[in-house]
């Protein structure tokens, strides 16, 4: 048709040079033999080999790109809306089809899916223009190094702060400060939820810590290392009825922070913290939102502080002077909850970033 078109005002520029202005005025008084169709957006293909543009003089609409997961983490499916229902993230294609891996943008793999002899990676070679991406949300402590992956992968994602793409549900600055918020009631002072009472560090862990304390304070214990399992549904109610939370971590490391911190805030109960320094922990959530072992000289001088709390209201309330400034949101109510996070996150990043990046020895980076 656009042939047709052009022919027709060849031929009519070509009478008009031959002043053939009458037959002219009598085509344009009279409705046109030929429907010019309007110009269609054009349809390229992008440099990558795989992503379809429609592109007009107006508007660039792009198609979202495809993050492939490779292997659902410790076998925990979710429902892959729950990114955008959950967190507002909507900014890739996520999907678990294989199928689509020789024309997907990036490929997240999870650490611990990972075999000694990589059978179980992404066949290779991968195509040019797609990214892996390197999922572990362990600490250095819980992982296993596995030979000859140090420099296959262009990005990293973990709890660290320096990752390509660090995964941590953060506070949430208030535009106008809320006077209105009110502590839970509360029926217990100390409480303590641990799915694994592994000694993973030796000394000054926190199962040893745990131990020095209970004998001056009674800590409420749930959690199959204990063997009083709580519900799913229980957690964060059974939190918020306690005054103090255990929130240890099971190693000490950089940034290692995890939602031990962040479901107490969430919810209106005070964090006791044994991780990282407390500098460390300032990077995240103000100083007086939680209470470090290390402020203390000992268990027995943690244990009457949080005593000398229990009867001072005031003081207690103290704890809770950030809320008027920010606010804080738990993680999902489901099993490796973090995992969601995380993957979600990947999302995210794939959706800004269309840069190609390279990550060079992650084990260096990642154990020192």
Request: net charge negative; aromatic share 14%; glycine share 4%.
């Amino acid at each position: 048709m656009s042939d047709s078109c052009g022919s027709l005002r060849y031929r009519l520029a070509a009478i008009v040079g031959f002043g053939g202005l009458v037959s002219i005025l009598f085509l344009w008084s009279h409705q046109p033999l030929i429907n010019c169709p309007p110009q269609l957006p054009s349809i390229t293909l992008h440099p990558d080999g795989h992503h379809v543009r429609m592109n007009n003089s107006s508007k660039e609409n792009e198609e979202k790109p495809v993050l492939l997961l490779w292997v659902w983490p410790e076998n925990y499916r979710f429902d892959l809306n729950d990114c955008k229902t959950v967190y507002n993230i909507d900014g890739c294609h996520l999907t678990d089809d294989r199928s689509l891996y020789s024309n997907t943008d990036a490929v997240l793999i999870f650490h611990r899916a990972i075999s000694q002899d990589l059978s179980t990676l992404p066949p290779s070679p991968r195509p040019p223009f797609q990214k892996w991406i390197w999922m572990n949300v362990e600490s250095p402590t819980n992982t296993q190094k596995i030979p000859g992956i140090e420099n296959l992968f262009n990005l990293t994602l973990s709890y660290r702060e320096d990752s390509d793409i660090p995964v941590r549900l953060r506070l949430t600055s208030r535009k106008i400060p809320d006077e209105n918020f009110e502590i839970p009631k509360k029926e217990k002072l100390v409480c303590w939820v641990v799915s694994n009472n592994a000694d993973w560090t030796g000394v000054g862990t926190r199962n040893t810590y745990y131990r020095e304390l209970s004998k001056y304070v009674h800590i409420h214990v749930y959690g199959k290392a204990y063997g009083t399992f709580l519900d799913y549904k229980d957690y964060y109610p059974t939190i918020a009825s306690c005054k103090f939370y255990l929130s240890f971590e099971n190693s000490i490391h950089k940034d290692y922070i995890t939602e031990k911190l962040n479901g107490p805030l969430a919810v209106g109960t005070v964090p006791v913290v044994l991780g990282p320094p407390r500098k460390n922990y300032e990077r995240f959530v103000p100083g007086d939102s939680f209470i470090h072992v290390d402020d203390f000289p000992d268990a027995k001088s943690l244990a009457e502080y949080l005593q000398r709390l229990d009867v001072d209201d005031d003081a207690y309330r103290r704890y809770f002077n950030w809320r008027r400034h920010f606010s804080a949101r738990p993680h999902l109510i489901l099993q490796n909850q973090e995992f969601v996070l995380a993957i979600c996150t990947a999302c995210d990043y794939v959706g800004r970033h269309k840069e190609y990046k390279e990550a060079h020895d992650i084990y260096e980076w990642f154990f020192n």
